[in-house]
């Protein structure tokens, strides 16, 4: 590769860089010791996303095959086909065959980074003229280039990166590395990274969040995705956002163009295709026109609605060559899945792109080549193309806090052993223990069970509650606890009635448990006995009308931290609270926004700091540009025990929960499974209902009630 010496500039995240990067971040709390937290990301470990192209042909060639360009490594998303990049840091062409250029979001070691493939195949000479990628290929090979990675963006800073555009010498993408510093606001902005000076200027202005940029074809303007004044009000479907335009050289002439659109893309100068949730509630694609000659404003743009009822169409992406089609999603009346078509908007005729190809598969977010002739979007690769994936028991993630090792792990509602040497969590149904190290794996219990927490002086008892979760006051739930050392396997019901008891967590000298019970009609917090369970001794320790869980003891048994919505029963509000087991000293530890929520409570080894989710920092990208998530603004916080401090420790547009907190210094590297478990099993957003006229479904969460969307 001919291009080192263009590189320093782009220090990717290596040893030298990730030492620095540590060392100037190393200012939180009081952490005298070195620890680990291990938390779950909804679906995550399935799944597995690369790139993928087909031709876009009206009639494809008999031998078009599908192409993965992306190398099969970790997640790999939201690509984009640059227009002839003419950087001087591109690597030379190591053959004859003309390479294709990709820029993309990938998940590799640990944190997000954009990436610039040139991928070269074995496409024969003559169809140079039309695509690389016409008719039969093979890809010889790669130049993988980092372009933007943790370490461009500054001392320390982690961030979610999304949705990148190369433009010339430029990418342009969106970043969350900085703090808005206001409770539940998302921190996604755009930034433009000159690539050969490594120069980040955000576009976006303070106290504002963008999502989804595009650049014209032009390179002059951008278009955005964005909440503007009026901020995120916790919707987790669609986003009540507008579409604004900006210079991408500057961000100025901001200027609002579409009213209620999201994800929009650049045919020509004056043409943007954008999605929205209609009036007859079929997401459909949307098309507005922009006056020639200046005065832009949203009176003087013209929208037209461009896919019919009936089916649901999203994430546009214009043809820049060939403007007579664009290429979208749909979710079709008679299909399970996402996939990708082209609609002609000459014809007013769709044609499908990927079904007849990988009919099981949701794919995602289409791009088409500056030329027209082939459409890229993601999907889940499947066990069969994925020779050099480990699946990860434990994937191991930068974050801004030197003296914790993150994780995340592939189960949910891990707990730590009292010595940090084995994990213990669910996935559904089964409660599982598995050795720090991935080895060991046993299955110890079969029901649903959920959480996990294990007793501080009896080796190997493991405390969870069984039956089933999200449930009402009166679902059939009990506290049990099992010895997993034990080979008879036993459990042990510890409370007797069964009026959803659940999220026990055990005293540190090994006596009492405490767990929310809705026994009076109303979730609150009750203490029993650790061995005998209610028969031995049961108090309980709040009342009111109104819901208190997710209970955690604190190391040095004065404190118990737990998520309640008593500031605003029954509003989906939770805030953390912290009270002592006698009942004293409640008091109010954080909350986000007014409305938001802060759940799963869990204390550090030293009991200073508390880890949780939060909707603390708002979402990071359109939710329809992912697969299901009922919380995607869930991200992992820490946070000193007086309520100050607070730190965000995860970056992603995925729903992050069930935090647990252990007391070593676990490696930062990952930990692969010995063996391979099933993919591509997740599901596309539950709210893309076929009939749209059918009532929504309640969604059920790893918090305990659904968020209301404020339209
Ligand atoms: C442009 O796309 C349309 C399909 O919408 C196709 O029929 C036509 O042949 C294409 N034109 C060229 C010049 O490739
Ligand atoms: C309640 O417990 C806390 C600590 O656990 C203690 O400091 C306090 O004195 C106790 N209060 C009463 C009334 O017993
Ligand atoms: C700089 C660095 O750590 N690079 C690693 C990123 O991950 C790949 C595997 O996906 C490793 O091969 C690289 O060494």
């Given at each position: 590769?001919?291009?080192?010496?263009?590189?320093?500039?782009?220090?990717?995240?290596?040893?030298?860089?990730?030492?620095?990067?540590?060392?100037?971040?190393?200012?939180?709390?009081?952490?005298?010791?070195?620890?680990?937290?291990?938390?779950?990301?909804m679906g995550?470990?399935?799944?597995?996303?690369?790139?993928?192209?087909?031709?876009?042909?009206?009639?494809?060639?008999?031998?078009?095959?599908?192409?993965?360009?992306?190398?099969?490594?970790?997640?790999?998303?939201?690509?984009?086909?640059?227009?002839?990049?003419?950087?001087?840091?591109?690597?030379?062409?190591?053959?004859?065959?003309?390479?294709?250029?990709?820029?993309?979001?990938?998940?590799?070691?640990?944190?997000?980074?954009?990436?610039?493939?040139?991928?070269?195949?074995?496409?024969?000479?003559?169809?140079?003229?039309?695509?690389?990628?016409?008719?039969?290929?093979?890809?010889?090979?790669?130049?993988?280039?980092?372009?933007?990675?943790?370490?461009?963006?500054?001392?320390?800073?982690?961030?979610?990166?999304?949705?990148?555009?190369?433009?010339?010498?430029?990418?342009?993408?969106?970043?969350?590395?900085?703090?808005?510093?206001?409770?539940?606001?998302?921190?996604?902005?755009?930034?433009?990274?000159?690539?050969?000076?490594?120069?980040?200027?955000?576009?976006?202005?303070?106290?504002?969040?963008?999502?989804?940029?595009?650049?014209?074809?032009?390179?002059?303007?951008?278009?955005?995705?964005?909440?503007?004044?009026?901020?995120?009000?916790?919707?987790v479907?669609?986003?009540?956002?507008?579409?604004?335009?900006?210079?991408?050289?500057?961000?100025?002439?901001?200027?609002?163009?579409?009213?209620?659109?999201?994800?929009?893309?650049?045919?020509?100068?004056?043409?943007?295709?954008?999605?929205?949730?209609?009036?007859?509630?079929?997401?459909?694609?949307?098309?507005?026109?922009?006056?020639?000659?200046?005065?832009?404003?949203?009176?003087?743009?013209?929208?037209?609605?461009?896919?019919?009822?009936?089916?649901?169409?999203?994430?546009?992406?214009?043809?820049?060559?060939?403007?007579?089609?664009?290429?979208?999603?749909?979710?079709?009346?008679?299909?399970?899945?996402?996939?990708?078509?082209?609609?002609?908007?000459?014809?007013?005729?769709?044609?499908?792109?990927?079904?007849?190809?990988?009919?099981?598969?949701?794919?995602?977010?289409?791009?088409?080549?500056?030329?027209?002739?082939?459409?890229?979007?993601?999907?889940?690769?499947?066990?069969?193309?994925?020779?050099?994936?480990?699946?990860?028991?434990?994937?191991?993630?930068?974050?801004?806090?030197?003296?914790?090792?993150?994780?995340?792990?592939?189960?949910s509602f891990?707990?730590?052993?009292?010595?940090?040497?084995?994990?213990?969590?669910?996935?559904l149904?089964?409660?599982?223990?598995?050795?720090?190290?991935?080895?060991?794996?046993?299955?110890?219990?079969?029901?649903n069970?959920f959480?996990?927490?294990?007793?501080?002086?009896?080796?190997?008892?493991?405390?969870?509650?069984?039956g089933p979760d999200f449930a009402s006051?009166?679902t059939?739930v009990?506290?049990?606890?099992?010895?997993?050392?034990?080979?008879?396997?036993?459990?042990?019901?510890?409370?007797?009635?069964?009026?959803n008891?659940a999220?026990?967590?055990?005293?540190?000298?090994?006596?009492?448990?405490?767990?929310?019970?809705?026994?009076?009609?109303?979730?609150?917090?009750?203490?029993?006995?650790?061995?005998?369970?209610?028969?031995?001794?049961?108090?309980?320790?709040?009342?009111?009308?109104?819901t208190?869980t997710?209970?955690?003891?604190?190391?040095?048994?004065?404190?118990?931290?737990?998520?309640?919505?008593?500031?605003?029963?029954?509003?989906g509000?939770?805030?953390?609270?912290?009270?002592?087991?006698?009942?004293?000293?409640?008091?109010?530890?954080?909350?986000?926004?007014?409305?938001?929520r802060?759940n799963?409570?869990?204390?550090?080894?030293?009991?200073?700091?508390?880890?949780?989710?939060?909707?603390?920092?708002?979402?990071?990208?359109?939710?329809?540009?992912?697969?299901h998530h009922y919380q995607p603004?869930g991200?992992?916080?820490?946070?000193?025990?007086?309520?100050?401090?607070?730190?965000?420790?995860?970056?992603?547009?995925?729903e992050?929960g069930t935090?647990?907190?252990?007391?070593?210094?676990?490696?930062?590297?990952?930990?692969?499974?010995?063996?391979?478990?099933?993919?591509?099993?997740?599901s596309?957003c539950h709210w893309?209902?076929?009939?749209?006229?059918?009532?929504n479904h309640e969604g059920m969460s790893l918090g305990s009630s659904k968020i209301?969307?404020?339209?």
């Open positions: 590769m001919k291009s080192t010496k263009h590189l320093r500039f782009f220090v990717f995240i290596n040893s030298v860089s990730a030492l620095l990067l540590f060392c100037t971040s190393a200012d939180h709390a009081d952490q005298s010791t070195k620890t680990s937290i291990v938390f779950t990301t995550r470990s399935n799944y597995a996303f690369d790139i993928y192209t087909l031709p876009t042909s009206w009639d494809p060639p008999a031998n078009a095959r599908e192409l993965r360009i992306t190398d099969g490594r970790s997640v790999n998303f939201n690509g984009h086909f640059p227009a002839a990049p003419s950087l001087s840091v591109l690597p030379l062409a190591p053959n004859q065959t003309p390479p294709l250029h990709l820029v993309y979001v990938t998940e590799r070691n640990g944190s997000h980074s954009i990436y610039l493939d040139a991928v070269y195949n074995d496409a024969p000479d003559h169809t140079r003229k039309r695509s690389a990628l016409e008719g039969p290929g093979r890809i010889l090979g790669r130049v993988q280039l980092p372009l933007v990675g943790d370490a461009e963006l500054g001392s320390g800073r982690i961030s979610m990166k999304d949705r990148p555009s190369l433009v010339g010498e430029y990418l342009i993408y969106v970043s969350t590395h900085e703090n808005t510093g206001v409770p539940r606001t998302s921190w996604a902005a755009v930034y433009s990274t000159h690539l050969e000076t490594g120069l980040t200027r955000r576009l976006t202005p303070y106290g504002l969040a963008d999502f989804s940029p595009a650049v014209s074809p032009s390179g002059v303007w951008t278009a955005v995705a964005s909440c503007g004044e009026k901020g995120w009000n916790g919707e479907e669609e986003l009540s956002t507008d579409i604004y335009v900006f210079r991408t050289r500057d961000g100025s002439d901001r200027v609002k163009v579409v009213e209620h659109g999201g994800w929009p893309s650049w045919a020509d100068e004056s043409t943007i295709y954008f999605h929205r949730r209609s009036e007859d509630n079929w997401w459909s694609v949307y098309k507005a026109i922009l006056p020639m000659n200046g005065g832009v404003s949203v009176d003087s743009v013209v929208t037209q609605r461009v896919t019919p009822p009936g089916l649901h169409a999203f994430t546009p992406a214009a043809s820049i060559a060939n403007k007579s089609f664009i290429a979208l999603a749909t979710r079709r009346r008679g299909s399970d899945y996402r996939h990708i078509e082209l609609f002609d908007v000459v014809s007013n005729e769709f044609k499908e792109v990927t079904r007849p190809v990988s009919p099981h598969a949701h794919h995602l977010n289409p791009f088409i080549s500056p030329d027209s002739n082939r459409v890229g979007y993601h999907r889940c690769r499947g066990a069969s193309n994925d020779k050099q994936r480990k699946d990860l028991f434990l994937e191991n993630l930068h974050n801004p806090i030197s003296e914790i090792s993150l994780f995340r792990i592939d189960g891990p707990s730590f052993s009292p010595d940090g040497t084995r994990i213990a969590y669910v996935n149904p089964g409660l599982f223990v598995a050795n720090a190290d991935g080895s060991g794996l046993r299955e110890v219990f079969t029901g069970a959480p996990t927490a294990w007793d501080k002086k009896r080796k190997g008892v493991v405390y969870t509650s069984w006051e009166h059939k009990d506290v049990i606890s099992i010895n997993v050392d034990d080979d008879e396997l036993t459990y042990k019901k510890l409370t007797t009635g069964g009026e008891n999220f026990p967590s055990p005293s540190p000298d090994g006596k009492w448990v405490v767990f929310r019970s809705g026994r009076t009609g109303h979730k609150n917090l009750y203490i029993m006995d650790a061995v005998d369970g209610e028969i031995g001794g049961l108090y309980r320790l709040t009342e009111g009308p109104w208190d997710m209970a955690n003891w604190s190391p040095d048994g004065d404190w118990i931290a737990f998520s309640s919505d008593r500031h605003d029963p029954s509003s509000s939770f805030a953390m609270y912290m009270i002592h087991p006698n009942g004293t000293g409640l008091r109010k530890v954080v909350q986000s926004g007014s409305r938001g802060v799963h409570p869990c204390f550090s080894p030293d009991g200073k700091s508390i880890v949780f989710t939060s909707d603390y920092a708002a979402v990071s990208a359109e939710p329809i540009s992912n697969s603004y991200e992992i916080h820490v946070i000193r025990t007086d309520g100050s401090g607070i730190r965000r420790l995860t970056h992603n547009s995925y992050d935090p647990a907190w252990g007391p070593t210094f676990m490696g930062p590297v990952d930990v692969a499974w010995p063996i391979d478990n099933p993919q591509c099993s997740f596309d893309l209902r076929i009939s749209p006229k059918t009532p209301q969307c404020s339209h």
